[in-house]
């Protein structure tokens, strides 16, 4: 399994791979994913960085290390409460050249083929972000109703299982009621995904806050293997999928500093720009300030 070492030296960015010799078979925000064989993949973290849907064109240095290594140290922590699609095989070992064999140290795995769900498990322990808006105009999350009263980045009275769909790039997910999970999957697999990632949400919390990290939500992806196992897939409380707060500057009523790609959000919220592709570019302090984030995090956790 390919690990991070907080204490590398940034090495060359990886904005997109061209392995020779492998078929790639999807290009996702972040990801390039190539077959090795029938049972599984590769799958390669870059440096690219999306916001609102859509991929910047400047990378972010050492991201997809940090992010290849956050996951896989939260793959291990986890694999108590749900298995994993890791295969524990070297990445490696699947090139030939040398250039590209250094280009994955750090930033691959090798995983077991499986059947994604098409939904990402969102678990939401905090009132933020789009959930802030859903409760001003509703009173409710989701459609779950909340007390009224509420602040901005308060705790919710218990943590909140959100599904939502998992929408092509350059498309916005969009939330959908557990009822819609039950008509996607059926009702077994769909409490065993919601059951799971509140475990998993719980779980991981915990560890976060005694490292001084509060994580107000975060997202699951899950698939099935031959025999109908669920399996913890993709990436797993990285700073892309999840929103990690210092615990020590937190307070109610006012958006935490983070240490996700927030900071980039709220750059972008400064600029005359729709949206939409292609993305403006990033100046040099905004990348650097971005890489020290996803930096920290990986030290914080995994201290």
Known sequence: ?????????PEPTVYRTELRGLERIHEGKVRD???LDADTLLIVTTDRLSAFDVVLPDPIPDKGRVLN????FWFVKLAHLVPNHLTGRDPAGAVQDPAERALLEGRAVIVRRLRALPLEAVVRGYLIGSGWKDYQASGAVCGVALPRGL???????APL????TKAASGQHDENIAFEAVVDLVGAPLAARVRDTALALYRFAAAH??????????????FGVDAAGRLTLIDEVLTPDSSRFWPEDTYRVGVSPPSFDKQFVRDYLET?????????PKLPPEVIARTSEK???????LTA
């Open 294 to 300: 996803y930096r920290e995090a990986l030290a914080r």
């Open 161 to 164: 299982f959100t599904p939502a």
């Open 208 to 221: 976060a806050r005694r490292r001084g990290i509060i994580i107000a939500d975060t997202k699951f992806e």
């Open 1 to 9: 399994m390919s690990t991070y070492s907080t204490k590398r030296m």
């Open 151 to 157: 602040e901005l980045a308060a705790p919710l009275p």
């Open 69 to 72: 290594g956050i996951s896989n």
């Open 33 to 35: 994913i190539y077959a």
């Open 271 to 279: 600029l005359d720009w729709n949206k939409r592709a292609p993305g």
